[in-house]
């Protein structure tokens, strides 16, 4: 079976999809032809479940090797060392993968990293944050060089300094010096070995998270019809108009969406605020027991100077992070974060369409 993608354009000749479900059935080449053939399906109009039932290949698999095989292109468009490109084309997908959120060059010189010392997937997703915020740092720390491993090092150093407890301070002191690069680096963190000055760091600012309690919060979006007189074609043509759960929002033909909000004083002085919808569990510093409720993420695009009590959403790589900057990043600042609101929780949804119910 010869399937043509939707988008001609962008596949150029068709794909024989048969054969591309056949080798992934069969398991043959490696992980990075599986993250092709995986991708190359989807762009051909297969869902990830049909992928599943013809091959095996998980969806949240298929979305890894995805993933992982973009990553490792784009470090070898960075260029590696042959060693590296030779290791991760036939394992380490998990690894690469968490890589996701860096630079191409940061994904290019990490990977070398984690190769170099060994280190499981656990271990990457550990150091990736670490390497990624200090990536927004305008100049490197004294001692520090740009490496990854002195990235990781200094993340392990200044929280070694905040401890006051000698044995947590020394595993925080032996965790830098097994990452450091940079033989400057490895004499700011011995000189802790001797320094037990505790040094208190500021601590993150809370989320403004507010949940949605009531009805009269939830106001509801109408179409506009126009102003009288109208024909009956003008009614006719006002698109059906139903709003999505949680939040209401409305999408019309195009791309885009209305979302209603209630008038609060701080979306009142926003200047030019947008809606983002991101899960609970997907923004920094929240519980770690956090679920994966939908929220929505109301930035003031008008408000782009840094300061360290707020949230932002920042420019990275050419996509977007929602981040705590402890100090003024080098990343362009897009907005910040003035409200995260939460779904309103209904317990039994039939209750408030019963009109008896409400009279009472």
Not at 123 to 140: G, H, L, Q, T
Not at 230 to 249: H, N, R, S
């Amino acid at each position: 079976m010869t399937m043509v993608p939707p988008n001609a354009s962008d596949a150029g000749d068709a794909v024989d999809t048969q054969a591309l479900l056949t080798r992934l059935r069969r398991k043959e080449g490696d992980w990075v032809e599986w993250g092709q053939a995986c991708q190359t399906l989807q762009k051909s109009g297969f869902n990830p479940q049909k992928i599943f039932e013809e091959t095996g290949f998980e969806p949240i698999q298929q979305n890894q090797i995805i993933v992982a095989m973009q990553v490792f292109q784009s470090m070898l468009a960075v260029g590696v060392e042959e060693s590296v490109k030779a290791h991760f084309q036939h394992q380490g997908s998990d690894s690469l993968y968490e890589l996701r959120i860096l630079s191409q060059t940061d994904r290019a010189r990490t990977a070398e990293f984690v190769l170099k010392h060994g280190l499981d997937s656990d271990e990457v997703r550990d150091i990736v944050k670490p390497i990624k915020e200090y990536s927004y740092r305008k100049e490197n720390p004294e001692g520090f060089s740009d490496h990854p491993g002195d990235a990781v090092a200094f993340h392990f150093w200044n929280l070694a300094r905040q401890k006051s407890d000698l044995q947590a301070r020394s595993r925080l002191i032996a965790q830098g010096l097994r990452y450091v690069y940079s033989s400057s680096a490895r004499q700011q963190i011995e000189k802790l070995l001797m320094d037990f000055s505790v040094v208190k760091s500021r601590p993150a600012p809370k989320l403004p998270i507010y949940r949605l309690e009531s009805e009269t919060e939830l106001p509801r979006i109408l179409p506009v019809v126009g102003e009288l007189p109208l024909t009956v074609d003008d009614i006719k043509a006002v698109p059906l108009a139903i709003p999505e759960e949680p939040f209401g929002m409305m999408k019309f033909s195009g791309t885009g969406a209305w979302v209603p909000i209630p008038g609060w004083q701080v979306i009142l002085q926003a200047e030019d605020p947008i809606a983002l919808i991101a899960k609970l569990d997907q923004l920094p510093n929240v519980s770690t027991d956090a679920s994966a409720e939908s929220v929505l993420l109301i930035v003031d695009r008008a408000q782009r100077e840094w300061k360290p009590d707020s949230y932002f959403v920042a420019e990275q790589a050419d996509q977007i992070v929602i981040d705590w900057f402890e100090e003024k990043p080098s990343a362009s600042l897009m907005g910040r974060v003035i409200l995260v609101i939460r779904p309103k929780k209904i317990l039994d949804e039939d209750y408030t369409r019963e009109l008896w119910q409400i009279d009472e």
